[in-house]
């Protein structure tokens, strides 16, 4: 029966021994701690952008006509300068015959007109005045020397400056004749009639040029549903150019991330359809943020990144969705582990071990990583923190 009690004795030792190793475990648990350490923080995050051509055109008809020939169709690879159609100029051409006859109706009604034979005459007397004014001054000159020499008498001095002042007020009485006849010339529409004419026969002369439209660059035909007989017009597109192999990602980036972003970064693309990932390189960046809505309908603001493709997999094509995944390495500063955090409604704490003592202490985050987070206040180098402060 000894042995009995003996047993009954073992018992509650035993249940004893088994609650101090389980209390001696949580509190191991409870009360791990982390060092606040000096270092750098890695970020990496993604964006939504679409694959698109780099040269990218929309070719419209240059005035109201028919299309004459067709050489290429939809689909099809060309190259800068190809003849791509060939516009009808018989319209042109015919309105082109019509203003060169009314500017030759014109001058030959502005010939007839007493005003402009007046202007004429006018601009002739000008010149000769002119002309005979060149010469009496050079004859001044010379008589000017001849006397200073001895060899004139000074009277020859005054009658030359006579004549010089009699010739200027002849130019300046033709040059106000000049000015009325102009004046009266002007008060009739026959001007401003032909400077319209002539710069609508420059503006035909221009449109001519193009009815031979061609490719701006090397690249391939899309949406082009144009015809021989066709009528075309300024407003309606012919046809989609898209270039050959030049292709870059353009990808809105929030603007809160968008310090974090430099020109020659490198980035990773990927493309979820086909499984595909391949480098690339921030090629520019926008200068103002635009408003895009987010999937939830909030406004967000983004500025618009282009990144240049290392090389474009064959199997993407324009328009496609690009995930590209950004990195941002930051300066060196304090890190904490981001499970130590006790976020609430007052603000955010940590629980730090000041002489032996643990308090919650309130502090002030930067840059928040997967794992790690930045403290701007609150805590130095080398101090310990509760690595779970939920558990206390």
């Given amino acids: 029966m000894k042995w009995k009690k003996w047993l009954y004795g073992l018992v509650p030792l035993l249940i004893l021994l088994l609650l101090f190793f389980n209390w001696q475990t949580r509190t191991g648990e409870e009360y791990a701690f982390a060092k606040v350490r000096y270092d ?12 698109v051509a780099q040269e990218d055109t929309v070719l419209y008809g240059p005035v109201t006509t028919k299309v004459l020939e067709v050489y290429k169709k939809s689909g099809d690879k060309v190259q800068a300068g190809e003849l791509l159609l060939r516009l009808d100029g018989r ?54 020397q001849l006397v200073e020499a001895g060899a004139k008498a ?10 010089w002042e009699m010739e200027q007020s002849r130019l300046t009485q033709a ?12 008060q009739g529409d026959w001007s401003r009639r032909l400077r319209a004419l002539e710069e609508e026969k420059q503006g035909l002369y221009r449109d001519l040029s193009t009815l031979e439209v061609r490719a701006p660059f090397a690249g391939t035909i899309l949406g082009m549903e144009v015809h021989p007989g066709k ?10 150019l898209i270039g050959q192999g030049l292709f870059e990602v353009e990808v809105p980036v929030f603007h809160e991330e968008i310090n974090k972003v430099q020109k020659g970064q490198e980035v ?35 500025v618009p990144v282009y990144i240049e493709l290392q090389e474009k997999p064959e199997s993407w094509l324009e328009g496609f969705p690009i995930d590209v995944t950004f990195s941002w390495i930051s300066e060196e500063s304090l890190l904490i582990p981001r499970t130590s955090l006790l976020s609430t409604v007052e603000g955010t704490y940590v629980y730090a071990l000041q002489d032996g003592v643990i308090e919650r202490r309130e502090i002030r985050l930067g840059v928040l990583g997967e794992e790690v987070v930045q403290v701007l206040e609150g805590l130095e180098e080398n101090e310990e923190i509760l690595l779970f402060p939920s558990t206390i």
């Fill in 40 to 51: 750098s923080i890695e970020l990496n995050w993604k964006e939504k952008g679409y694959l």
């Fill in 91 to 144: 319209p042109l051409q015919e309105r082109l015959a019509q203003i060169e006859a009314q500017i030759e109706g014109i001058q030959q009604e502005m010939n007839r007109e007493g005003a402009y034979w007046q202007v004429t005459i006018e601009q002739e007397e000008i010149g000769q005045r002119q002309l005979r004014l060149t010469e009496i001054e050079a004859d001044r000159e010379r008589i000017y």
């Fill in 175 to 186: 040059q106000a004749r000049l000015t009325q006849a102009e004046v009266l010339r002007d």
């Fill in 231 to 240: 009528m075309i017009d300024p407003s309606r597109p012919l046809l989609q």
């Fill in 268 to 302: 990773l693309l990927s493309h979820r359809g086909t499984d595909l990932a391949i480098s690339g390189i921030v090629k520019n960046i926008g200068t103002r943020a635009e408003a895009k809505l987010s999937p939830l309908g909030l406004e967000q603001r983004r």
């Fill in 154 to 163: 000074p009277v020859e001095l005054e009658k030359i400056e006579q004549e």
